[in-house]
């Protein structure tokens, strides 16, 4: 059993840290497609994330961090489609409870090259199958509820029933 230390119960009193994340998505075949990123530490299904960047307001850090990561062009809406959170795993601490604000950006181009592309893999999920690769409860909610009802997305194109 792990030892709870004085600054180990601070951090679990600690308010969650804001993120910025990207559901990057596609329709294929009347279908939402999301594509999926593997996290540099543990190779686990995640969305491109990442803290805030000055300057930039919170739909534009999070294109960014799509470009970054996934090498995704697009514009993200303005507007959060949901919010999820999770414990980040750091070097010097045990953990630090995130909240990440879920921004849609729909796939204009998928780079080739782009900077993180040697560290990371990424593949496209219908997003019904994306909810099951995820480990984050809120998030495989989000894309259950995109699978259920694609028009939730600005500018998706939903084929008819």
């Known amino acids: 059993m792990k030892r709870m230390t004085e600054a180990s119960l601070q951090g679990a009193e600690q308010a969650p840290r804001s993120q910025y994340g990207a559901l990057c998505w596609r329709m ?15 190779g686990r299904w995640v969305i491109p994330k990442g803290w805030p960047i000055s300057g930039l307001a919170p739909a534009a850090s999070a294109a960014r961090e799509a470009w970054e990561e996934a090498g995704v062009r697009g514009e993200a809406a303005t507007e959060a489609l949901g919010l999820y959170t999770y414990d980040k795993i750091m070097k010097t601490t045990d953990a ?66």
């Open 28 to 42: 294929h075949r009347g279908h939402v497609e999301v594509l999926l990123i593997t996290s540099r530490d543990t």
């Open 96 to 161: 630090l409870p995130c909240a990440v604000a879920v921004f849609p950006l729909r796939v204009e181009e998928l780079a080739a090259k782009f900077p993180e592309r040697k560290e990371r893999r990424r593949k496209w999920f219908a997003a019904a199958k994306a909810a099951k690769k995820v480990a984050e409860p809120e998030l495989r909610d989000l894309f259950r509820t995109l699978a259920d009802d694609p028009a939730l997305l600005p500018g998706a194109e939903v084929a008819p029933a």
